[in-house]
Each structure stands twice: as C-alpha cells, then as structure tokens.
C-alpha cells in the first residue's frame, strides 16, 4: 500500500500509472474533478487492478495456474471493458467471498469501485453505452455493533502510554486526540501546527473528501499538546520549517499512519487489551460521548465528521446495563399474579353438581372459552410480564338460539 501513499506528505502519492489507460484516468478524474482524498483515489485503483487480474485469467488471457500476485494489470483497452457482463461482475464478487475470504463490507466497497468506473465509461466520458453493473446490488451487511473500550480500559490505555513508550509525551498526546475527539488516524496523521490554536482550544482537521471541520479541545486534549509541543520543539536536529504535529523521534519527520498503528497496538498489548484497532478508539470516543456527555445524534454526526447521521447512529448504541435498566424499569414489570386460583375448572364443576345436563354442557362451553385468552398471554407470562386474570373481559355468553 505504501508503495503508493507517501505517508510522510498525505494527499501525495507517486503516479498511478500500473494499470490500464482507463482505469488511470478514472483515478485522475477522482482525485481532481471528484475531489476524493488519496486515500480513496488509492483504494479504488487497487481494487481496479485486482479485477482487471480477476479477468484476465477468467478470459484466459494468462496461464491458469498463475498467481494473482503475479498477474500484469495493464493491456487491457476500453474495448476490453464493453465486453464485461453482469455474470462477470456475479463471478468476481463469488471470488472475492469464497476464495480471498473478503468480508460482506469488503466486497460492496470493491463493488463500489466497480459502479464508480463503469459510470464513469458510460456517464462522463461517454465510452461505452451500458453498465453491468448498473442493476447489481452490494451484499446484506450485517449489524454489528462497534466495538469500543470502557472509561476504565481507556484509562489503563493512557497509563501505559506513559510508562511503555520511549517517547510518551508523543504517545500520549496522539491517544488522548484519539479518545477525546474522536479523529481519524489520517486526521491526526495530517495535522499541521498551523492547525493548532490553543488559545481558542481547538483543532482543524481535513477529513474524508478534504473536508474540513474544527475540533474543539477539552483541558485533558490542552494539557497533552502543551507537554508534547514543548518536548518536540526542543528535539535536536529538528528542521524549523517542519510542520508536521506528531514526527518520528529518530528522523523527526512526520510520522505514518503504520507507525501509530503499531505503536498504539503496543501500548493496548501492554495494557492487556486484545482485539482492539486504533479505529476502535474513535469508536471509543463516540460511544463514551453519546452515553455520558449528553450529545444528540447531530451534533456527534458534526464532530466525527460524517456526512449521513446513518453513518452516526452505530454509535449510538446501548450498552448491556442500559437494555437491563429499561428491562427494570417497564411499568408491568411490578406487576404480579394474585394469589387466587387460576385454574377455574373445579369452582365450575362444583356449580354443575345440582344442575342437569344442559347445564353442565353451557359450563364446559364457558371453560373451554376462556381458556383461550390465556393461551394468548402465555408468552407474555414466559418473558416476565404477569397479567391480572380478573381484568380479563368474560367471554360472550353463548347464543341461546343454538342450544
């Protein structure tokens, strides 16, 4: 990936230029008509040249037995592309499942791709006249709630920032932006000095699409860009025009987004947490937001910089003891059964002792009747809520007329 991204300069990258002459130009035009970052531009272009491997073995073009690694992405002219049918588009996205193992949401993004480049041939070049993949639509995605760390795991998050990083002022810093605000990793990555204003505590960042929104900062975020500012301004051999925020200690240049990964990955190891990205921690900073700072969903949409609050409202969700709460606090939930029988049957044959036949006949009517409604309650009963029986409506008295 890096081959491409220059980590050091974001929003610069070396020429796309190992692909076909279409699919180089699709990324030009993302970049500088459709205004999408690099990172985007980037991800559709690899997407791209995987599937141009994809055909070219299918249409026999390479050997059967080479690997997709192996396979050259170029020599493939537009011609090549009109000839893409929907069964194509249907193969592809079956190997990306089966054989690469790609989950639900890889597979729609790399589909994505696909609508992108083909709207692009038909609707804004005007090279070819239909899409195959016009009527195709992405995989079901699963639900699944974000996974984000407790108040206290952040807290041991940060402690250990302090005491396993051989710069922790630097460490410190990026993980508390992380948790407080909420930015991306190529947010944080990006920033400039420029883009610090202390005295009126906040933050410019330059999001998805270039973007752009203020972060405002709380004493916690003040505090820590105060010590790692003052640390890194005073590092020997540090070039003074060097803008970057966060550098590397050694070659004091800004640092990459693989670097924060693995240091953050480091100092989660050594606090005993397992399963956790450093996008969990803008997961992290959401939930912790939503559940204790009293935020709307608007406004959680404007800090993390989404621009649908559908993106927003998965992470709004409840945590195990709020569903309990709410479980706890149903006003049927005080409710409970009287003490009295519910069974009926014995008080009805009592009654039918003295009585003659016809009686008895009304009676087993009425029992077999009003035992129908509790059979509607059952359930109900099961999942906790106890239903008073004499609130129960009496059931029609039987019609005389069929006796």
């Known amino acids: 990936m890096s081959i491409y991204l220059d980590e050091k300069n974001p929003g610069k990258h070396k020429p796309f230029e190992d692909a076909s002459p279409d699919i180089v130009e699709y990324v030009r035009y993302l970049e500088v008509i459709a205004g999408k970052s690099a990172n985007t531009a980037f991800n559709y272009y690899c997407d791209l040249r995987n599937f141009s491997k994809f055909m070219k073995r299918r249409r026999g073009l390479v050997p059967d037995d080479m690997e997709m690694k192996d396979i050259d992405p170029k020599g493939l002219d537009t011609a090549f592309w009109g000839s893409v049918s929907k069964e194509d588009i249907y193969e592809y996205l079956y190997f990306l499942s089966r054989e690469c193992g790609n989950k639900k949401s890889s597979t729609a993004r790399r589909l994505a791709s696909l609508h992108g480049f083909y709207d692009y041939l038909v609707n804004q070049v005007n090279r070819l006249k239909q899409n195959p993949t016009a009527s195709i639509r992405p995989p079901k995605q699963d639900k699944v709630l974000p996974k984000y760390l407790t108040a206290e795991q952040s807290k041991d998050l940060l402690e250990c920032t302090q005491t396993q990083s051989d710069f922790p002022e630097r460490d410190y810093c990026m993980v508390v932006l992380f948790l407080n605000c909420g930015m991306r990793l190529a947010e944080l990555v990006g920033m400039d000095l420029e883009d610090i204003d202390l005295e009126q505590r906040q933050i410019r960042l330059f999001g998805k699409g270039h973007k752009e929104r203020m972060v405002y900062l709380n004493d916690a975020c003040v505090e820590a860009l105060q010590l790692y500012l003052k640390k890194r301004n005073a590092m020997e051999g540090l070039n003074p025009r060097e803008k970057a925020v966060f550098l590397t200690r050694r070659r004091k240049e800004r640092i990459g987004n693989r670097r924060v990964e693995q240091l ?118 099961n999942d906790g809520i106890r239903v008073d029986v004499s609130a129960l409506s009496e059931p029609d008295e039987p019609d005389k007329t069929e006796q």
């Open 264 to 381: 953050i990955t480091g100092a989660m190891k050594a606090a005993g947490l397992k399963g956790f990205s450093t996008h969990k921690l803008r997961h992290t900073a959401a939930t912790l937001m939503y559940q204790t700072g009293n935020v709307d969903i608007l406004t959680l949409k404007q800090l993390l910089g989404h621009s649908s609050v559908g993106t927003t409202q998965i992470y709004t969700h409840l945590q195990e003891f709020q569903v309990r709460a709410a479980i706890e606090q149903n006003p049927l939930g005080t409710v409970t059964q009287k003490k009295q029988s519910l069974d009926t049957t014995e008080a009805e044959a009592g009654k039918s002792n003295g009585n003659n036949a016809t009686v008895s006949s009304e009676t087993n009517e009425e029992t077999e009747d009003f035992t129908q409604p509790m059979d509607a309650f059952e359930g109900a009963a």
